[in-house]
């Protein structure tokens, strides 16, 4: 049987001790977060849905040098809207941080924040109106505000484009002929 890694690299050159789960119990905790992660995402959709709205799934969007796949995005309105689990995004209300193989999860946990903080950053730089959401978050009140926001989005998007359009059909400026 091949043994486990005994690091594991965090990117940027950091390694921390690799995690062993401490007991099987541990390890169907830490299964079921990522589970319970897809049902609300779900949930959102299908609000969503219910009110006309469509929109794309894991739609990859390229900023630079890097990317990142919003749960949920409106390619036209350009919002993109992330449905973040409480651990795996520490949410202030449920995040914890299991008390075994802190080593491994503080850094890990950490790495999460910071990624999602400069992934919204690069979005906001290329555009895009981005919606972050707890997994704990009411899906029908979350469903309203995305609907709003896209809404409000669409219009902005549409009337940019008719200002570039009147401005191209804008007449050349006649220069005054020489006397
Ligand atoms: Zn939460």
Redesign the pocket.
Known sequence: MPSPPETISLGSGRRVPYPIASSPAASNVARANRRANTSPEVQLRSELHRRGLRFRKDFLVRMGGTWTRPDIAFTRARVAVFVDG?FWHS?P???TVPRTNVEYWVPKLQANVARDRRNTAFLHDEGWAVVRL???EDPVGAAERIDCLVKLHRRRTIARAADTRAKRRRPQRVLSKPR
Do not use: P, Q
């Open positions: 409480c949410c209300e449920h995040g707890w997994e704990h």
